[in-house]
């Protein structure tokens, strides 16, 4: 589109988690105005940690943006997956340092969401705004938010995560699928780690049915200390005990068992696991989804968050290119898409047949189950 037609369009962005903060960026840098509505009327992020991908840190540098990240994050060279013990499984250099020219970078998510959040103008971010409905009239839609306040764009952007409210009324009214598995997630020091954080990078040891990752967060002096397990319970924020932890670290490394036993239980924060079937259309002819709106994944790839920085510079990207909005959409679609049905499938296969079936005896969740082709 011509810059002049860039300039004239007014976008609304559902949502401020990193697939609206990063769209909120890319499409203001077109020239665009852009408005993004979130529920919260606090930005808050689970204490965990996460690798941004040599590909989401090369968006960040053609932002301008990367200063922030850099700033508040750790350069990591590797990840290695090894046994409940210890024992060596796999180690390997992180992908695309090559291609992209930058390493994967390891970051609290506080900070991430701060970081994003911090290179948007004063005043673009507007808080406690819920959409309730959204009206797609084609060329321009209008939305309304449960505080009464209503907007119009030429352009809605729903960023607004795996229960999207902007999918739901438009694309798919299918629900998440739970996939069988909790976890847990709290940030510790690395004192408490008992010796386990020697440098910068990722690793996993994986048990039956329980993976527990430690991901240095070392310019915090921290560590992300987080145990995926097989659970047959679904419900969205379960109560989980300390014991119950405990359980899922039966047989590992000594250590991981005392991490645990040493966890403030106020600070953990416990989930169940949800992703979406692939949607099949993400876009109208002036409304489109990101992130996890469009294609929330489980996270044995560690690939959700930084999905939805690619989508967003993407999106930009299609602007810039395609000779109207409509078109930008479906050329945006099609560049990401078949990357993220994929990462969707791949993404569960976390866990062999047996150890499902240790935990789902002859009653698989419907993530689990092979799906017709
Ligand atoms: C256990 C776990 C571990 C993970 N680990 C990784 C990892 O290592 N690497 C990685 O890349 N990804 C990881 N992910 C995935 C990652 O967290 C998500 O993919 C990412 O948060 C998606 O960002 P988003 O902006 O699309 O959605 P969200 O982060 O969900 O943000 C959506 C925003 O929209 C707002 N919103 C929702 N509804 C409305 C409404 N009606 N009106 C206004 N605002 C609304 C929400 O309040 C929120 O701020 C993990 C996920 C889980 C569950």
């Known amino acids: 589109m011509q810059p002049s037609d860039l300039k004239n369009l007014n976008i609304a962005v559902i949502g401020a988690g990193y697939g609206g903060a990063a769209a909120a960026k890319a499409l203001s840098l077109l020239g665009a105005t852009v408005d993004v509505y979130e529920q919260a009327s606090r930005i808050r992020e689970v204490g965990a940690g996460i690798g941004l991908r040599p590909s989401t840190m090369d968006r960040f540098r053609r932002w301008g943006v990367i200063d922030a990240i850099t700033k ?60 309730e409905r959204i009206e797609d009239g084609g060329e321009r839609s209008v939305l309304a938010f449960a505080n009464g306040a209503t907007a119009e764009a030429d352009l809605v952007v729903g960023a607004d995560g795996i229960k999207s409210v902007v999918r739901k009324a438009l694309f798919s009214d299918q629900e998440p699928v739970f996939s069988g598995e909790h976890a847990y997630r709290a940030v510790i020091d690395v004192d408490d780690a008992h010796g386990m954080v020697a440098d910068d990078n ?58 645990t036993r040493g966890l403030d239980m106020d600070a953990v924060n416990c989930r169940a696991v949800y992703d979406i079937d692939p949607v099949e259309v993400w876009h109208s002819g002036s409304v489109v989804l990101v992130g996890d709106a469009a294609h929330s994944m489980l996270h044995h790839q560690g690939q959700g968050a930084n999905s939805a920085i690619l989508d967003a510079g993407a999106l930009a990207d299609a602007l810039a290119e395609a000779g109207s909005v409509k078109e930008a959409l479906a050329l945006y679609q099609a560049a990401r898409k078949p990357v993220t049905d994929e990462l969707q499938r791949i993404s569960r296969q976390g866990w062999t047949e047996d150890e499902v079936d240790d935990v789902f005896p002859g009653q698989k969740p419907a993530s689990q189950q092979p799906k017709e082709a």
């Open 72 to 131: 508040v994050s750790s350069p990591s060279d590797y990840f290695e997956i090894l046994t409940a013990t210890g024992g060596p499984i796999m180690r390997e250099p992180w992908p695309e340092i090559e291609s992209f020219g930058e390493r994967t970078h390891l970051i609290h998510r506080g900070d991430f969401i701060e970081a994003l959040l911090s290179v948007l103008p004063e005043g673009m971010v507007h808080l406690g705004h819920k959409l």
């Open 202 to 259: 990722l690793r996993m040891y994986i048990g039956r049915g329980t993976k527990v990752y430690l991901l240095p967060l070392r310019h915090r002096g921290q560590v992300s200390f987080d145990i995926t397990a097989l659970c047959p319970d679904g419900t969205w924020a379960p109560c989980v005990t300390k014991d119950d932890l405990l359980k899922t670290v039966e047989g590992f490394d000594e250590r991981i068992v005392d991490i």
